[in-house]
Every structure is written in C-alpha cells, then in structure tokens.
C-alpha cells in the first residue's frame, strides 16, 4: 500500500510482514470469550481510548480490503468482522462464520453464518460474504486476499438459506478456514458504492477519518460478540516511535504501539507505562537460495545451520526481547514441528561441512537493508560469527524502499524476517514450485507433494505427519534459518485493562479493542 | 533598472526556476532505484502483481511521456492523482501545507522583532557583558541542532514538568494552541540566533560608518539615528538570510514534524518519495520551488529598499 512507511522517520516497521498473516484469538479452555485481564478486576464501561500507531500518511485507506499497515488493520478489525480470525497459534477461530463442515474431499465447504447484523441494522447474508469476496479477487485487482482466496470457485459457490453458504473450492484444500482469515478478508455490504463512510459488522462504528492523522469509532451496543466496554475509539497516527511513547508518557494517549526494546526497558520499572511483550510475533532469519552457487550446496546451508549464534543474536539483535529460534518457521504454532533437537553454534561441525562444500575461506556477499529493524544488525552480527568458522559473509547494504523485491530476484543470500501467519500460509506462499515469493528458490515435487497430501486428508493426525515430515526436509537442507522471534511490544496507560499479552501481533486478540476498558 | 522591470525579468527567472526543479526532482526521483509498483508489493513482491499495478498506475510509459503529461495536465491546473491513495495531489498538499505554514506563519512573527531586538541590543552595548552574554548564548545555541534540542526540550518541559503537551497528536493546531507552544520554541532558537548575529554585525558597522558619523555631527538623537538610519542598513543582509529561514520552515522541518507529531510537509515528501509517489512529489516541488523564488524576490526587493546603495539582485 500507500506510503508503506519509510523514511527513517516513517520506517518500514509500520509494515505488515506477509500477505496472509492473520488475526486471532486464543480460546484457552477456560478464559473462553474474555481475553486475559491481568488485572483490574471487573471490566467498567465508558470513556474513549486513544491508540497511537505509525501510519502511511496521506495514502492510508479505510478499505478494509486493501489494509496493509498496522494501523489500517487495527481499524478495519475495529469496524468489520471476517469469517474467521487466526488464534494466538494461528489456528484459525470462528467469526463471523458460526461453523464450517468440509465435504469428505474437502472440495466443497458449507460456512454458516452467526446471527449478526452490519451497523446500518442489515443482517449479515450470504450476499455479503460473496460479494465481498468477489470485489477482492476481482481482475486486476491487487488487494492482499487475492491470492489466498482465489482458491474459491466463485462462479459455482452459492447461497443455501439466509445464513449458509457453500464455496466450492478449485482443489482439495483441508485448511480452508486459513483462507476466510487470511489479512483483507473482510466482509463489507453488498451493493457498498464506497467506503468513504464504511458500514461493517464489528464492534465500533465509524465516526471520522483523516488519512495519516486520526480516526474515530464508537460503540455499537449491538455487536455480536458483546459490545465493547469503551464508548469511542480514537486511533492516532505517530510515525516517530519516542514521540509515541512521549504522547503516552504525557496523556495524550493510553495505548502506544510498537516501541523499541530500548524503551521497554527505560519505562518499564518506571510505573509510568505497562509493556506488554507480545511474544512469536515476528520472525527473523536468513534467505539462502539454493538453486545457485554457492547455496545449491546442502553442506554449505548445513555449515551456516551450525556457525549461528542464536542465543548472541537473540541478545544483541533483539536487545534480549524475544526467543531462541529453531531454524525453522512457526514456533509454538499449530503443526510446529518442537520435537527436533535446537542447533546451537558447533564451529567444529561448521567447519567441517565448509571444507566438504569446498567453501573454506570462501567469500559470499549478504544482503541486507534498513527496511525493517534488526535486518541490518543480524547481518553484521551473522557476519562476525560466520568469520570465526572461515568464512567470508560480505554484508552489502541494499536500498530499503525495494529491498523485498530486490531480493526476490537477485542475491544468494539475504537478511529476513516475516510477521506471524499459519505454517499452511508460510509454505504455500514461499516454499512451493508455484510460491510467487519463493525466496529460498525451494522446489522440489515430492515436498509439494507433501503439502497437497496434508491439505487432501480429513485425518489430523495424518496431516501433522505430513508437516513434520516437510519440517525434517527443511531443518536439513532447507534455504531459511530463522535464528529468533522478537517480541512484538506495545505500550499502555497504567488504567487500561483487558490488553491480551499472548496475542501475536496481528492475530484476533491483538488491538483488540472492544475488549479493552478503562479502570 | 526600474522596479517593474525587474519583476519582469525575475518573474519569468522565477518560471524557469520552478520548471528546472520539478524537472530535476522528477528525474531524480526516476533514478531511484524501483518505482511505486514495488513500494507497493512491500515485502509480499509477488511478480504478477506489480505487473499489474504497473499497467495500471501507468508506470509502463517512458519517462519523457509521463513528464510530459504530467507537464500539460499541471497548465491546465491539474496536479492529479497520488499514485497511492485515491486523493488528488492538491488535496494532499492542501492538507500538509496548513500545519507547516501554521508553524512557519507563527515563528515568523516571533522570529523578527526578537532577533532584530537582540541584534540592536548587543550592538548598542557592544563589548559589554550584555553582548556577551547574548554572543555567547546565540553561538551556542545556534551550535545545537534542532532535533537534539526538540528532544531535550520534549523531555523537560512535557513529561518531566508537565508544563506543556509534549505532541500534536490527536489534535488540530488550531484547536489546541498549547501543542504549538513547545515547536515554535525549537523553530524559533537558532534562526534567532543566526538572525540576532547579523543583526548586530550590521548595526556595528553602520554604526561606524561614514554617513552615521555624518549624521551624527549633523545634530541628530543618536537613538533616531540607530532607527531611522542605522537599522535598514543593517537588517539588509538580515533579510537575505531571513529568505532563506522562510524556506527552510515551509519546506517542512521535518524532524520537527517527526518529534512534534505535526503531519506537514517535510513529512509528506518524505513519505511520498520513499512510496515513489511522483505526481505528490511533483506537487511539492511546484510549492518549495515558487516559495524559494518568491521570498528570495520579497527579501531582493525588501533589500533594494531599506538599503538602496547595496548590491543586490541581479
């Protein structure tokens, strides 16, 4: 999108990582329906919150189909509901669709929809749904969802009664619900004209909106889910992150977004602020493409699994605020595979397998970029570790504004990170023959056919089979090493209750405001 | 040369001026590398997707075809569309322009009676320990540079002392005038100094001027003679330098804008050329390049005529 942030003042963070990540909520048996309140006692209703975020400028958009940044999502969940949401391990949570049932192919799903209604007093219909997943995917579009939703069949899906629908889908697809909470797929009004003045189903109604300055909601008492215990909602653009701290610090805000872990750590004993660390939200790697010399070598991939110094990058790199990675995507998700034994730095082994790729000594160039925090520091750190081993890592610094596509194409090897999505979303966006952001250049039929397996059986046990088997490829001779996950830190007055500190960033219960209230 | 004249010829100086620095930014910008189709794409660069955004913001024509068009639409008064959002160029500059010529309308009107005050005053007591004083203080502050201190003075006078609202967030300049307290302040601290400095060397030097001392032994107050024939000569160079402090506030301080939170123009271009935004970019060229030729106009002509012996212009 727009302005996607990013002069130094406007950096690249406020970014969304990665098309299909989610939104979520975690449905511990037993805090069902509230998120955790750590304190405060009773939720108490009334007064407005207001939420500085980093923004896009002139170019933000209220279009819920067309959200990119942070802030565009924390609006748009604030106003609209999709059919489902991802949880706080990225399975994906009912929403606004009540309950799905696949066929026994898991080529036809029948969705039936929650009694809601959107905030004109219209019920949610089936209409809606379709109309607004037709206006995603349409031709020439360029909107986020497209790509996860083009697996529907549109033209041969259809209503069954004023609550159910059925899609029909192009191929088996058991993680089909992945898809309905996929970023962007937002269900809006059929027959919208425009979204100047945007009717949703969520739980705020629109007040006002100034691109790159402020946004106001308020309540609707007739949500679905309960009705917010804030009256208004007030979202406040800060592109600078200190001046986002000090608008908290001096009460013009109670809810500060993504700050450094430099001051988390300067205003948490304070008492001034509460930090909330919202943990496996953003992961931090490294690329290695391995259809080109030098990283079409599995042992010299091998020798950087084993040279890495997760636990120094994790201090110096994410200043200690974040977790030990193990090489591979999705800690602690569904289907994480967390029975393999963690890599730790083994110099010895390292070297052993640079001497077998015939790389001792070798220098390789490293790309990395400002584009978003840590990026930079971990390839320089990654460097100094690697040289220990014998080898040369040669970090060249690219242009931030076009980093990601740079690295696309060109390179062998490259700074990384991705923001939290299902590890379906992970594989089929990046590791199969047809991923359009294959950056690891990892195609290889049989894992492919691993992934279409896991997604054709209606067995669970058989389809985590499938991806620990995928897993075991990739923790050997895979093209990511994703050393850490960095916390995702979000700032508040010490009256704001009801912030869930286990919602990865972007997922249900993450700027979940209408589960917020002020004590 | 007559007035009239010579607002002709820089008149149309000024026209080409502007039409060589949109021409420069346009390019400039064009030899960055990636354009808005992959600002777009973000870190999702799926290759079919910024094909076709390409195709439709019309990113496909070559640059001279683009320029032109731009070139033709923007006589006719169109400025166009961002490539971004779907808002009109004018609408977005519109928009930013009033925060920033808030601050810079209101750091002009501080700006000139302090400095040129402090200037005469250092220079009436020159050598005492007043002109050191206000020396020694202006020296230094003009040594700090804006961001060191708008954070500084952030930390003391808005969290530390509570005094004032440490951000504009949330809220208008208008409505809430207390926000603009503390930017004017650090917008304020070294143009004054630069200006005060000026000042006071040219009220020194008229001071001890041929003609000052003619009109003193002519019989005249020495103190009408500081104002009446001391003060133009000396505010002469100030007003050059004064041109250029008008350019660098309109232009947007853009750290200021970052740790005050004001949404205004510095913060626009940066946004717009990190998006590739050209035809916002544009847009902002045409209002920094006239706002550059007209106040080194005004300051010219404002020249001419407080000292009229003095070389300047052209």
Same mark, same amino acid.
């Given at each position: 999108m727009p302005y996607r942030p990013t002069s130094s003042a406007l950096s690249r963070r406020g970014f969304l990582s990665i098309a299909t990540a989610g939104t979520a909520a975690l449905w511990l048996p037993g805090c069902a329906g509230e998120s955790a309140a750590p304190t405060g006692g009773q939720p108490r209703s009334g007064g407005r919150l207001r939420a500085a975020f980093s923004g896009g400028g002139a170019?933000?958009? $209220? +279009?819920p189909h067309q959200t990119n940044l942070y802030v565009e999502i924390a609006r748009a969940k604030a106003m609209f509901d999709k059919l489902a949401e991802y949880g706080s391990d990225m399975s994906p949570q009912p929403r606004l669709a009540e309950r799905w049932e696949p066929s026994a192919d898991l080529q036809t799903w029948r969705i039936t929809l929650r009694k809601a209604t959107f905030h004109n007093g219209q019920p949610v219909r089936p209409a809606d749904v379709l109309a607004s997943f037709a206006r995603i995917v349409e031709p020439a579009s360029t909107r986020r969802a497209k790509s996860a939703l083009s697996v529907i069949d549109l033209a041969n899906s259809r209503t069954i009664d004023d609550r159910t629908i059925e899609f029909r889908l192009k191929r088996p697809y058991g993680e089909f619900p992945n898809a309905l909470a996929t970023l962007g797929a937002y269900i809006i009004p059929a027959g919208t004209p425009n979204l100047d003045r945007p009717v949703g189903s969520g739980p705020f109604k629109f007040g006002s909106f100034e691109p790159g300055r402020g946004f106001r909601a308020t309540r609707n008492? +007739?949500?679905?889910d309960g009705p917010p215990h804030l009256d208004e909602l007030e979202i406040v653009i800060s592109n600078d992150e200190a001046a986002r701290v000090n608008a908290l610090l001096g009460r013009q805000v109670e809810y500060a977004h993504d700050l450094t872990p430099t001051s988390a750590r300067t205003h948490e004993?304070?008492?001034q602020l509460k930090i909330h660390r919202l943990p496996l939200s953003n992961f931090h790697g490294l690329a290695m493409k391995i259809d080109r010399p030098p990283f079409n070598q599995p042992e010299l991939r091998q020798a950087l699994f084993h040279l890495v110094d997760r636990e120094e990058l994790i201090r110096s790199v994410l200043h200690g605020s974040g977790q030990l990675g193990n090489d591979l995507y999705g800690k602690n998700y569904k289907y994480y595979a967390g029975d393999l034994a963690q890599r730790g730095p083994d110099l010895d082994k390292a070297r052993s397998l640079l001497k077998k790729a015939g790389a001792e000594g070798a220098t390789i160039d490293f790309d990395t970029s400002d584009a978003s925090t840590g990026l930079k520091e971990a390839a320089l750190a990654i460097s100094d570790q690697a040289r220990k081993a014998g080898l040369n890592l040669n970090v060249k610094l690219g242009n931030k504004d076009t980093y990601w596509a740079d690295i696309s194409k060109k390179g062998v090897l490259a700074s990384y990170r991705s923001g939290a999505m299902p590890l379906e979303s992970h594989i089929s966006q990046r590791l199969l023959t047809t991923s359009t952001t294959n950056n690891t250049q990892w195609r290889r039929p049989d894992f492919d056919k691993l992934y279409y397996e896991a997604q054709s059986t209606t067995n669970e046990a058989e389809r985590a089979d499938r991806y620990l088997k995928m897993q075991e490829q990739l923790f050997n001779?895979?093209?990511? $090493?994703?050393?850490g996950i960095s916390d995702w830190i979000v700032a508040s007055a010490p009256s704001v209750q009801g912030i869930d500190d286990r919602a990865p960033a972007n997922t249900l219960d993450w700027a979940r405001f209408d589960r917020v209230w002020l004590a | 040369m007559t007035i009239p004249r010579y607002l002709a010829h820089r008149a149309l100086l000024g026209v080409v001026q502007v039409l060589v620095v949109m021409a420069g930014m346009f390019f400039l910008t064009e030899a960055l590398p990636g354009d808005a189709a992959v600002t777009i794409a973000g870190d999702n660069p799926d290759p079919a997707m910024i094909a076709d955004l390409r195709e439709r913001l019309g990113l496909n024509e070559s640059s001279w075809h683009r320029l032109g068009d731009w070139l033709v639409a923007a006589l006719h008064g169109d400025f166009g569309q961002s490539l971004l959002a779907p808002r009109s160029v004018v609408d977005i500059v519109a928009s930013a322009a009033e925060p920033t010529l808030l601050l810079a309308g209101l750091t002009l009107v501080l700006l000139i009676p302090l400095s040129v005050g402090l200037g005469v005053l250092a220079a009436h007591r020159e050598g005492s320990r007043l002109d050191r004083l206000i020396s020694g203080t202006t020296l230094g502050l003009y040594s700090a540079p804006e961001f060191a201190m708008g954070i500084l003075i952030v930390t003391v006078f808005a969290v530390k002392l509570g005094w004032f609202p440490p951000t504009a967030v949330g809220t208008s300049l208008t409505d809430n005038p207390a926000v603009l307290v503390l930017p004017v302040f650090v917008l304020l601290l070294r143009p004054i100094c630069s200006l005060s400095r000026l000042v006071r060397a040219g009220m020194i030097d008229a001071q001890q001027s041929d003609y000052v001392r003619h009109v003193l032994r002519l019989g005249l107050s020495p103190a009408r003679v500081r104002f009446t024939h001391s003060l133009p000569n000396a505010v002469a160079p100030a007003a050059q330098q004064l041109a250029r402090t008008v350019d660098w506030l309109v232009g947007g301080v853009i750290v200021i804008e970052a740790i005050f939170v004001v949404p205004g123009l510095g913060t626009t271009l940066a946004a717009a050329v990190a998006a590739r935004d050209l035809p916002v970019i544009q847009g902002l060229a045409v209002v920094f390049a006239t706002t550059t030729v007209l106040v080194n106009l005004v300051a010219d002509i404002a020249a001419r005529v407080l000292a009229p012996t003095a070389e300047v212009g052209r």
């Open positions: 170019a933000e958009v $209220l +279009d008492p +007739d949500y679905w004993s304070s008492g001779e895979g093209g990511f $090493l994703w050393w | -």
